[in-house]
Nanobody
Framework: QVQLVESGGGLVQAGGSLRLSCAAS????????MGWFRQAPGKEREFVAA????????YYADSVKGRFTISRDTAKNTVYLQMNSLTPEDTAVYFC?????????????????????WGQGTQVTVSS
């Protein structure tokens, strides 16, 4: 069973940047897509970004496109989320997740149901 541990969250002013990391332990996750989701207080968990198992494709929510970048380092068993130009609307708990199946692409990447292993989350707070 893969365990995922997020880090890198914190408090930042609007316009600032943060880099989240998600380290995997247990079995290798290199053959599975990885995703980032977030959940703000009183709201449902929403898709942020995802990357295919071979880093061939990346997917982003419209709200973060052009500001966030997802990447993965297979050798380090780590996936990253670089977040730039942060706004208060980005405030949420951010979760990383590993896909249930190797070949998940397109709109399926945005469905939390397709991700079976989740981290505990890291808080990101953006002040205005």
């Amino acid at each position: 069973q893969v365990q995922l541990v997020e880090s890198g969250g914190g408090l930042v002013q609007a316009g600032g940047s943060l880099r989240l990391s998600c380290a995997a332990s247990g079995r290798t996750f290199s053959n599975y897509p990885m995703g980032w989701f977030r959940q703000a207080p009183g709201k449902e968990r929403e898709f942020v970004a995802a990357i295919t198992w071979n880093s061939g494709s990346t997917y982003y929510a419209d709200s973060v496109k052009g500001r966030f970048t997802i990447s993965r380092d297979t050798a380090k068993n780590t996936v990253y989320l670089q977040m730039n130009s942060l706004t208060p609307e980005d405030t949420a708990v951010y979760f990383c997740a590993a896909g249930r199946l190797r070949f998940i692409t397109g709109q399926a990447m945005g469905d939390p149901q397709n991700f079976g292993t989740w981290g505990q989350g890291t808080q990101v707070t953006v002040s205005s």
